[in-house]
Structures are given as structure tokens and as C-alpha cells.
């Protein structure tokens, strides 16, 4: 049957007085529902494409009663909120297409005129079923597509990996004429990946990695993204604060160094770090001397001697550790998220 109401869009808790009279038809116009498609992949939050289940998304929905569903030159007439931080999650639909849904109530087309989003994801909550929680204090401004988070700040403990995405206004708006299919939600990632390989030599038998950590990484900022209704080219910053922690990127057992590269981490799922100054690596590596005693050695990497302008949001940063009995060969490699086997940048050079 038809509703004429008014919609508390979502968290009504956080989003105080917005209401609209957006005229709706359950039975005829269809849930809103979301799919989201890897625009830049991840081995952290996106593995092959999917998104997991168990993360949240938070969505903003803006209508205009006018507008057919086409591409978006002028966002101007989009100023109803429909939408405002409401958060979707998976709930099990069955079927190969994984298609996220209201979690608080389900939310459903105008029926007249169409709308456009915005939105980022949310980690997965403690319960399934219930609120993913706040990543920080988050606001959205349609006619200057920014998104900003005040106060996110990124786990230490790498078991906590959780890899923060956005996408800005869509360029296309949506009406109910989709006939139940989800809208496509392509998202870009707001932090950095870093990655670190070793491998040994002729002069290494019996060498092995105990324990690997980044060393004070700011775990605590303030991102904004902006669109381009100010500049062609969208805009990602990160304003930190002090706040510091070492990351333990390996340690939970000796990883013996063979003749080719390996990855070392902890969690399966990768380091992901707010963009930043590089760090500070530290190494421990064990071993036997001459006279057979057991020898841990620590050793100090400095990688930004290695990514002079830091480690920026959407890469990749790879360290490839050389060791031999006379030095340490870093190889630095940096490459975009779609396509990680594809290496921007490499430049060998010993360890200091």
C-alpha cells in the first residue's frame, strides 16, 4: 500500500531532525539494496573481488523528486535526504549475487525521481545481527562530495586488520525501475598496504625471522575525502595525531629464510596502516655461530630512506629483505591496489 511519511533516515540517535516527505511503495518500487564491487582490490578487506560478509556499510542516499535515472551533471536538485549514515550488512540472502540490506529496517525506492549515493564501509560487528559500531564522527556533504571522519583510528594489533573504504557521490542516479537488482557500489581504499618479504642466501643455512614490527605508526587521524565538484581529481588526506603504537607485523614463530622470497606477516589478511611517514622496521633474526651457540641479532631498517614521500592511501609498499652474512639488501616496491603485480617503482640498496 502507499506511505506518505516521514523518514527518520537511520541512527536517528546521530542524525538529529532529518525527515522528508518522500512518497514510497513497498509493494511496488522494491528494497534498496547494495552489492559492492572491488574497484581496487585487497588481500585485506577484498579477496578476490568479494567483499566480506561480515563488514558493514554505511550509506548516504540523496533524491530528487525531477530526475531520471541517467548520468549526474548537476547534483543541485539531489537535496532531499533520503539516507544518512544508515548502515547495510549481509544478512545471508541465498544465492550466488551477495546483496547487503538495511540492517535497522528495510528502505525502499521513491517512486517518483531518482537518487544518488555515497557511503564507506564499517568492520564487522562484535554480534552478527547487531550494529557494527562507530569508526569515528562521520559527516557527508553532497555538493562538495566530502566525506569526513574525525577521530578513526586503526587497531595496533594486526589480528584487528581492518581495511577502511569509501566511494564519493555516484556519477549515475537510480531509480525503483531496477527491478530488484542491487546497485553496484564501487569502493577506493583510504589507507595503505605494506608488505614484507625476506629471503636468505648461500651464506644463510639455518637463519631464521623471529619477530618483525613496525615501529611507531600513527594510528590516529582525521580523513577527508574530497570529489570533484572542487578539482578534477579527487582528494584523499589524513590529518594525524601523536598517537603511536608498534605494529607486530610477525612474531609468532621462526620463519627459517630460504633461497626466494616469502611474505611474512601474522595475519593472513595483511598490514593495512594509515597513510603516513615510513617507519621504522625491526628485525630479529636468529642463527648459530661458529661454535654453535644460538645468536638473535636485531636490526634496525629505516623504510623511509626507501619511500621518501610516504606511504600514500590506495598502495601497495613492498620491502624485500636480502640477507647474507655481510648486509641486508632492501628492495623497495611500490605498485597501485587494482593490480598489485604491477610495480611502479623498485630500487635496490643495501640496509644502513
Not at 18 to 46: F, N
Not at 174 to 188: C, H, K, Q, S
Not at 246 to 256: E, H, I, L, N, Q
Not at 262 to 288: C, D, F, H, M, R
Request: glycine share 8%; with cysteine.
Amino acid at each position: 500500500m502507499k506511505k506518505s511519511i516521514y523518514i527518520l533516515f537511520a541512527l536517528a540517535a546521530v542524525v538529529a531532525c532529518s525527515k522528508t516527505d518522500v512518497v514510497y511503495d513497498d509493494a511496488q518500487t522494491g528494497e534498496i539494496t547494495v552489492s559492492p564491487v572491488a574497484g581496487t582490490l585487497t588481500k585485506a578487506a577484498i579477496t578476490d573481488g568479494i567483499y566480506p560478509e561480515a563488514n558493514h556499510i554505511s550509506l548516504f542516499a540523496y533524491h530528487n523528486p525531477r530526475h531520471k535515472a541517467e548520468t549526474v551533471t548537476d547534483y543541485s536538485g539531489f537535496n532531499e535526504q533520503y539516507l544518512y549514515n544508515t548502515e547495510y550488512h549481509y544478512p545471508g540472502t541465498p544465492g550466488s549475487t551477495k546483496i547487503w540490506s538495511g540492517l535497522q529496517s528495510s528502505y525502499y525506492w521513491p517512486i517518483t525521481g531518482s537518487l544518488v549515493f555515497a557511503g564507506y564501509s564499517l568492520p564487522a560487528p562484535t554480534t552478527a545481527g547487531t550494529a557494527s559500531g562507530p569508526i569515528g564522527t562521520v559527516t557527508y556533504n553532497l555538493d562538495t562530495d566530502q566525506l569526513d571522519i574525525e577521530g578513526y583510528t586503526q587497531s595496533a594489533s594486526t589480528s584487528n586488520t581492518f581495511d577502511l573504504l569509501y566511494f564519493g557521490r555516484t556519477p549515475n542516479s537510480y531509480n525503483n525501475r531496477r527491478e530488484g537488482d542491487p546497485i553496484a557500489l564501487t569502493f577506493n581504499h583510504a589507507l595503505s598496504w605494506i608488505v614484507i618479504q625476506v629471503k636468505g642466501g648461500a651464506g644463510t643455512p639455518g637463519w631464521a625471522v623471529t619477530d618483525v614490527t613496525l615501529k611507531g605508526v600513527q594510528t590516529t587521524g582525521d580523513f577527508t575525502y574530497l570529489g570533484t565538484a572542487a578539482s578534477p581529481t579527487p582528494k584523499v588526506t589524513w590529518d594525524l595525531t601523536d598517537a603511536k603504537a608498534d605494529m607486530k607485523v610477525y612474531g609468532t614463530a621462526s620463519k627459517p629464510l630460504t633461497n626466494e622470497f616469502v611474505t611474512i606477516e601474522t595475519n593472513p589478511n595483511g598490514l593495512v596502516v594509515i597513510p603516513q611517514a615510513a617507519k621504522k622496521l625491526e628485525v630479529k633474526i636468529s642463527y648459530k655461530s661458529p661454535a654453535n651457540d644460538d645468536i638473535t641479532e636485531t636490526i634496525e631498517i629505516d623504510l623511509a630512506d626507501y619511500t621518501t614521500d610516504g606511504w600514500k592511501a590506495g598502495k601497495k609498499y613492498t620491502y624485500q629483505l636480502s640477507f647474507d652474512p655481510k648486509q641486508i639488501l632492501v628492495t623497495p616496491q611500490v605498485s597501485n591496489w587494482p593490480n598489485p603485480g604491477e610495480v611502479v617503482s623498485v630500487n635496490a640498496a643495501p640496509a644502513n
